[in-house]
């Protein structure tokens, strides 16, 4: 799970969902605090669900409780999002049913950006153990979960502002000050 705000000042660290209860290679952070590389949450089917997105959810309410602020997080319509719970610094807005594709910003380019970072990552590794006559399908095979997760975090810093914004402009989100404001929802329609 990434998130972002749409003026692009602070991006929380990325969810990451496992099977195991506790990642060995993360034991040294302490959750709660902001050196953690990214939020670990587990289940037997490494999926999100109700009750973990509700455990997700309490914990950026209570990172908006210390920092003494109230956001709307922008959420699409899964059903395990609708968990009924309320909280004190958080208000979750829904957007319509099949309509993600065009209104929820982090499908509009910010997955992909991550999605694209992680693969030349991958790449340019594979490259040079080529270079270095090395196996490189062996390296790629002998990843370990700190090593995924530690790419995938890097992965998720490497995602611009400037991005963020576009695809919070993109999927029109503005501010009711912005000059963007004026201008009327793009309509579109596939064949």
Same mark, same amino acid.
């Given at each position: 799970?990434?998130?972002?705000? %749409?003026?692009?000042?602070?991006?929380?660290?990325?969810?990451?969902?496992?099977?195991v /209860?506790?990642?060995?290679?993360? *034991?040294?952070?302490? @959750?709660e605090?902001?050196?953690?590389?990214?939020?670990?949450?587990?289940?037997?089917?490494?999926? %999100? @669900?109700?009750?973990?997105?509700?455990?997700?959810m309490?914990?950026?309410? +209570?990172? @908006?409780?210390?920092?003494?602020? /109230?956001?709307? %997080?922008? %959420? &699409?319509?899964?059903?395990? $999002? $609708?968990?009924?719970?309320?909280y004190?610094?958080?208000?979750?807005l829904?957007?319509? !049913?099949?309509t993600?594709?065009?209104?929820?910003? @982090? &499908?509009?380019?910010?997955?992909?950006?991550?999605?694209c $970072?992680? *693969? *030349?990552f991958?790449?340019?590794?594979?490259?040079?153990?080529?270079?270095n006559?090395? &196996?490189?399908?062996?390296?790629?095979?002998?990843?370990?979960? /700190?090593?995924?997760?530690?790419?995938?975090?890097?992965?998720w810093?490497?995602?611009?502002?400037?991005?963020? +914004?576009?695809?919070?402009?993109?999927?029109?989100?503005?501010? !009711?000050?912005?000059?963007?404001? +004026?201008?009327?929802?793009?309509?579109?329609?596939?064949?």
């Amino acid at each position: 799970m990434l998130t972002a705000n %749409m003026d692009r000042t602070e991006k929380l660290p990325c969810v990451i969902i496992g099977t195991v /209860k506790q990642l060995m290679c993360l *034991r040294q952070y302490n @959750m709660e605090t902001s050196e953690m590389p990214c939020w670990y949450y587990h289940n037997d089917k490494a999926w %999100m @669900m109700g009750f973990l997105f509700n455990e997700i959810m309490r914990h950026i309410n +209570a990172r @908006m409780q210390a920092q003494d602020q /109230k956001i709307l %997080m922008v %959420m &699409d319509n899964m059903s395990m $999002h $609708h968990v009924g719970a309320t909280y004190s610094n958080v208000e979750l807005l829904f957007l319509p !049913p099949n309509t993600t594709l065009i209104t929820q910003p @982090m &499908d509009l380019g910010i997955i992909r950006s991550v999605k694209c $970072h992680y *693969r *030349r990552f991958l790449a340019n590794m594979y490259l040079v153990e080529a270079e270095n006559h090395e &196996d490189p399908v062996k390296l790629i095979q002998s990843l370990n979960i /700190k090593q995924a997760v530690d790419i995938v975090t890097r992965c998720w810093s490497k995602v611009s502002p400037g991005l963020i +914004a576009n695809c919070f402009r993109h999927a029109r989100f503005v501010k !009711p000050d912005s000059p963007d404001a +004026a201008v009327p929802p793009r309509l579109t329609s596939r064949v």
